[in-house]
């Protein structure tokens, strides 16, 4: 770590918890972030911020102008263009020291090689199917999980490690998956601050599995009420017959 790097980085080094070993730990993480939306966005920009030292972005999409009022990593000139790509631009002017690798062809068949070169995923997606199978390539790799999700006023939020035996996956939130009907931001709406929220509190989540530090959400789902400006949390447990976990 160089001179310019100890003041990039020096609001956080000075933390006791944090120091220069967590610091450089950051820049030894890489991260896998899957949707560069409304939650990516914050996520990805509050984490190459500080510090992650590889960043990996996937997103099929391109910027579309409705995109813009929440998903603040991208601007009206990027309309248009690979969601990745605006983002990568964009994360790079912030700190070049972080690397990016976009992918625009994540699926089912690749995840899995993706999954294993990362030490943390974050899910920023917006339909079920897609977030199960992200949990499951983290379940059969061993790799912690950052999961949220956000319409209209609301949040949610939880950390897995569904490879841990006493920890639940993702899908032990949902035993029953042939009732669940997908939700969009497209078809019900969201106000832009709440994604903002969300995806923030993914990243300091992330930042805190890295460094092993304080509450990190394992087996609990919080649920944010952005109206009421309520924050709670509920213990979620673990399947016995989890298809995935168990």
Not at 176 to 189: I, Q
Request: glycine residues 6%; hydrophobic residues 40%.
């Amino acid at each position: 770590m160089n001179d310019q790097d100890l003041l990039r980085y020096s609001r956080q080094i000075i933390l006791p918890e944090i120091g220069i070993e967590g610091q450089q730990a950051l820049t030894n993480t890489t991260i896998l972030l899957i949707g560069v939306g409304g939650l990516g966005s914050p996520a990805a920009l509050y984490l190459a911020s500080a510090g992650v030292g590889h960043l990996i972005l996937a997103d099929f999409d391109q910027v579309e102008l409705s995109n813009l009022q929440r998903q603040i990593i991208h601007t009206t000139n990027d309309i248009g263009t690979d969601k990745v790509a605006s983002a990568k631009a964009t994360l790079s002017a912030i700190n070049p020291n972080t690397k990016i690798t976009t992918l625009t062809d994540l699926d089912a068949n690749n995840i899995d090689k993706w999954v294993q070169k990362s030490d943390l995923v974050l899910d920023g997606t917006d339909n079920f199917a897609t977030r199960f199978r992200i949990n499951q390539a983290c379940v059969d790799n061993q790799i912690p999980l950052v999961s949220a999700a956000v319409i209209r006023f609301e949040g949610q939020l939880s950390v897995f490690k569904g490879f841990d035996k006493h920890q639940p996956c993702y899908q032990c939130l949902y035993p029953n998956t042939t009732n669940l009907a997908d939700e969009s931001c497209t078809n019900n709406g969201i106000l832009a601050p709440v994604a903002g929220v969300l995806g923030t509190l993914q990243a300091l989540q992330a930042i805190k599995i890295i460094l092993n530090l304080g509450e990190q959400l394992l087996g609990k789902l919080l649920i944010v009420d952005a109206l009421e400006l309520s924050f709670r949390s509920i213990k979620i447990n673990k399947d016995k017959n989890c298809p995935i976990c168990n």
